[in-house]
């Protein structure tokens, strides 16, 4: 008798959340499975310790995993290729050699991209951290500028939520005083998302490292050599770090299934598509249906791996288990300040100091020990 089809089940993008799904296929394997991991990079880099690598504190294997290793442990395998479309009619990934790849469950967790990317005239002469591989190419990029005999360098940060602010100081400290590092921001306050007193405590931070924040400064053009204002009015930039606001890969929208308005795949409690059972979503490329103002922040991306695992499980076994995720409403807030220090908030609480980078410095290097102690 002819032993039965197994399942196949693709991730689509390492990301945080799959991580998790990795490993406890490794540790509780399910039975009758098989893993195909879609992935750009033979390395998947964890953005939290990226700040942390731009300055010089960790090397890129101490923020990254290795993919096809931990994935082969798990019994799967791994493609190394970038996803560029869905067919849930067909079940098909769409891969962007033109190749396809078959399944019967599929979850994808490939973060976002970044709002105005996709205008030429923003994308030619800028530097992107998405996705996050790109951080190697950007570490190079800076240290370049701080050994260039020339004039001093300049470097624009271009949008200042926390990803902004982290960068531009760790692009202070490898400039290391010399030169001249400025933020700038569209809208009308540094970290939107964060209490006045946070953003005040980092707003004094930036200020006695020498960086120019400017805000209500929307910026329409990149060259070689500046920054174009909405005014007309040009800053000199040696070099430009595109961080604006997060959008959704093109592709999640043309598959057809329901998206909010910017293009994030719309998820239940369980993480699957509101329209397709077969279909599940994790990380920033997800939106909660009944909680769609969920942060798109790596915490809730982590604390995705076990629901999704829980979730897939339940699908695989024709079980009812499902979970019902519930975001948590706080979180513990660590920016690196690239001085030894971080600046903390929980609840009400915000400090600066050592003692928020030694908790910061523990809390990813644990995370990281999860997975790269699977490949060691």
Not at 180 to 195: C, K, N, Q, T, W
Not at 212 to 240: S, Y
Not at 323 to 349: E, H, I, S, V
């Amino acid at each position: 008798m002819e032993a039965p089809r197994k399942a196949r089940l693709v991730l689509v993008g390492p990301g945080h959340t799959h991580l998790e799904v990795i490993r406890r296929q490794i540790l509780q394997p399910l039975p009758g499975v098989e893993l195909t991991v879609v992935s750009p990079g033979e390395r998947h880099h964890y953005s939290g310790m990226v700040p942390g690598f731009l300055e010089g504190t960790y090397d890129e294997e101490e923020i990254s995993i290795p993919v096809p290793p931990l994935v082969e442990r798990a019994g799967g395998r791994t493609v190394l290729r970038r996803a560029v479309g869905l067919d849930p009619e067909r079940r098909r990934v769409l891969l962007d050699d033109g190749e396809e790849i078959a399944y019967d469950l599929v979850s994808i967790a490939v973060g976002s991209t970044t709002a105005g990317f996709d205008r030429p005239e923003i994308a030619e002469h800028s530097a992107l951290v998405k996705p996050l591989a790109r951080v190697v190419e950007l570490r190079r990029d800076l240290e370049r500028l701080a050994a260039a005999e020339a004039e001093a360098p300049t470097v624009a940060v271009v949008g200042a939520g926390a990803a902004g602010v982290e960068i531009a100081l760790a692009a202070h400290a490898v400039l290391e005083g010399r030169g001249r590092v400025g933020l700038y921001e569209a809208g009308d306050a540094i970290l939107p998302s964060f209490s006045r007193r946070f953003r005040r405590r980092t707003r004094a931070v930036l200020t006695e490292r020498g960086i120019e924040v400017r805000t209500g400064a929307g910026v329409v053009e990149v060259t070689p050599e500046a920054l174009v204002l909405e005014d007309g009015h040009r800053e000199p930039a040696h070099l430009t770090v595109w961080l604006t606001g997060a959008v959704a890969y093109p592709w999640l929208r043309a598959a057809g299934l329901p998206v909010d308005d910017r293009g994030f795949l719309r998820v239940d409690r369980a993480l699957r598509s509101v329209a397709d059972p077969r279909v599940f979503a994790a990380g920033d490329c997800a939106t909660l249906e009944e909680q769609p103002d969920t942060p798109k922040a790596g915490v809730y991306a982590v604390r995705h791996g076990p629901v999704l695992w829980q979730s897939l499980r339940a699908t695989l076994t024709g079980r009812e288990d499902f979970p019902d995720y519930q975001p948590q409403k706080r979180f513990l807030a660590l920016l690196n300040t690239a001085d030894g220090k971080a600046l903390l908030r929980w609840r009400a609480l915000v400090t600066h100091g050592r003692h928020g980078w030694w908790l910061k410095d523990w809390i990813d290097r644990r995370f990281m020990r999860r997975y790269q102690g699977l490949v060691d």
